[in-house]
């Protein structure tokens, strides 16, 4: 078990819909990144935040947005789903915003499936 | 830009064989360089990291060393376990983490 919460951990929607994913971190930790792996795309970095702010953007499309909340949890919301957007995300946290250094201990992920 | 290249599966072996799993790197800057493993249904856990070059990680048997000259860090274990038997991710780290693609490994007895 790493400390790391993800809910759901199932999510079925359908194309067009808007669906958030919720994340809390380990204890302690400030920052919080989302992940979205698919089988054609591999685990792809989507959008990093440290102590509430947007610390580094990755391959995130304009449909989706996050952010971290005063408690340090963080929410993914995607919009106008497309069946490409099914995948498992992914929500890993640290103690810093310093990836280098600083070990990233991963959630289970919530998989979402877009029919 | 940043990017990992690890060598792609499925990897089958026999248990106690030798594990090899290839990986390359692109980076401007000094990366850190980690190999994660991801279990049946679970998320990516950190298996051993380098934060700088001829730095060595081991862990749980695996070992990778972080070789500047060949921009490198390929992950070893000497006699696999069937318990072994996951995905493997290579990655590094400038200012955001970078994933390879997975390499699957399957352990038979």
């Known amino acids: 078990d790493s400390g790391v919460t993800q809910t759901p951990k199932h999510l079925i929607t359908a194309t067009g819909q808007r669906v958030t994913l919720r994340c809390s971190p380990r204890?302690?930790?400030?920052?919080v990144y989302w992940y979205q792996q698919s089988l054609d795309q591999g685990l792809q970095f989507l959008i990093q935040?440290?102590?509430?702010?947007?610390?580094a953007k990755g391959n995130i499309l304009e449909r989706f947005s996050a952010q971290q909340f005063p408690d340090l949890h963080s929410e993914l919301n995607l919009s106008s789903l497309e069946l490409g957007d099914s995948a498992l995300y992914f929500c890993?946290?640290?103690?810093?915003?310093?990836?280098?250094?600083?070990?990233?201990?991963f959630g289970p992920g919530t998989r979402l499936t877009v029919t | 830009g940043n990017s990992v290249t690890q060598m792609e599966g499925p990897v089958t072996l026999s248990e106690e064989a030798f594990l090899t799993i290839n990986c390359t790197y692109t980076a401007t800057g000094y990366p850190s360089l980690f190999w994660y493993v991801q279990y049946p249904g679970e998320g990516l856990q950190l298996l051993l990291k380098?934060?700088?070059?001829?730095d060595k990680g081991s862990n749980k048997g695996f070992e990778a060393t972080y070789r500047k000259e060949t921009t490198s860090f390929h992950l070893e274990k000497g006699s696999v376990q069937v318990s072994d038997s996951a995905v493997y991710f290579c990655?590094?780290?400038?200012?955001?983490?970078?994933f390879g693609a997975g390499t699957r490994l399957t352990v038979k007895p």
């Open positions: 935040y440290y102590n509430g702010e947007e610390r």
């Open positions: 380098a934060t700088k070059a001829d």
């Open positions: 990655a590094l780290s400038v200012n955001d983490m970078r």
């Open positions: 204890s302690g930790d400030l920052s």
């Open positions: 890993a946290s640290s103690f810093t915003s310093v990836t280098s250094s600083y070990e990233q201990y």
